[in-house]
């Protein structure tokens, strides 16, 4: 069945990706980005299933103009895809005060613009999906992705929470933790690279660029299949709550749950028994 799917940051990578997967599928897609001239280029230009509007994700009066023009056009929207997002590396020291919070802005209050602004459109319909980019940083902790995890680990917290005041209403929530996929994540106006500054993190922080750096291009993940994987999940009547996705991931949240499992169990000697005990009983 045709859908109407909203999809952030579709000037590239895998926004576009997504955009055109469901352009072929034979969906009604609204692609969004910063630049809409350089995402309706990207798509290939005007299409009777296509509406690229402006949309910057930090920004909650585009979010609600966007919403608008998709109603105008298509009269509802099905899916949300909030795929927009970027990368701030760095060890945390290095990494000024001003671009943490611009990763929290973008990658965390971005997509709670857009869902902010299309919920509203979903409750009035009773139905819809909204489908948000997490990462395995969002639920792993990595080396030099202090700023991105903290994004990412907030995204995951406000998924999953806000399933439970959508649910009502028949709109679905699923959030996405994909592992490495050769998207433009890893290129110059997606990531912004630290500059060296404290001594004790400056050999560490030259080895590690270069070794990101030499992994752009060579993830193992296909995001054209990571796409039609997630216009499947679009699809579904009873859509995953949490979607792993690649095997890298998948191993990687397995060891995750099995660490906390041992954690948990760990703390039972000391966190167990920390009730407050009436002292009249």
């Known amino acids: 069945?045709?859908?109407?799917?909203?999809?952030?940051?579709?000037?590239?990578?895998?926004?576009?990706?997504?955009?055109?997967?469901?352009?072929?599928?034979?969906?009604?897609?609204?692609?969004?980005?910063?630049?809409?001239?350089?995402?309706?280029?990207?798509?290939?230009?005007?299409?009777?299933?296509?509406?690229?509007?402006?949309?910057?994700?930090t920004s909650l009066e585009d979010a609600e103009a966007a919403a608008q023009t998709a109603v105008d056009r298509f009269d509802r929207i099905d899916v949300l895809i909030n795929n927009a997002g970027n990368f701030f590396a760095g060890y945390f020291e290095e990494i000024p005060p001003a671009q943490m919070r611009q990763q929290i802005e973008t990658n965390l209050l971005g997509p709670m613009n857009v869902t902010r602004a299309i919920l509203p459109i979903m409750r009035k319909q009773r139905a819809g999906h909204v489908i948000t980019l997490s990462s395995s940083a969002g639920i792993i902790g990595q080396e030099f992705c202090v700023a991105y995890a903290a994004s990412k680990f907030g995204v995951e917290g406000w998924m999953e929470s806000l399933r439970f005041d959508v649910e009502p209403y028949n709109i679905h929530t699923t959030v996405v933790e994909p592992g490495f996929f050769r998207t433009e994540l890893l290129v110059e106006g997606s990531t912004t690279w630290p500059e060296p500054t404290i001594d004790d993190y400056a050999e560490r922080t030259t080895a590690t660029i270069a070794g990101w750096k030499s992994m752009n291009g060579q993830q193992s993940g296909d995001p054209a299949k990571l796409a039609r994987a997630l216009l499947t999940i679009a699809d579904q009547q009873e859509p995953p709550l949490r979607f792993v996705a690649g095997a890298d991931a998948i191993e990687g949240v397995k060891a995750k749950a099995q660490e906390l499992l041992a954690q948990a169990e760990a703390s039972r000697e000391l966190g167990a028994n920390l009730a407050y005990e009436d002292s009249n009983t």
């Open 1 to 57: 069945m045709s859908k109407v799917i909203l999809v952030t940051g579709a000037g590239r990578g895998l926004g576009t990706d997504i955009a055109r997967e469901a352009l072929a599928a034979g969906h009604q897609v609204v692609a969004t980005g910063r630049r809409p001239e350089e995402v309706e280029k990207t798509l290939g230009g005007p299409q009777d299933n296509l509406l690229v509007t402006q949309l910057d994700v």
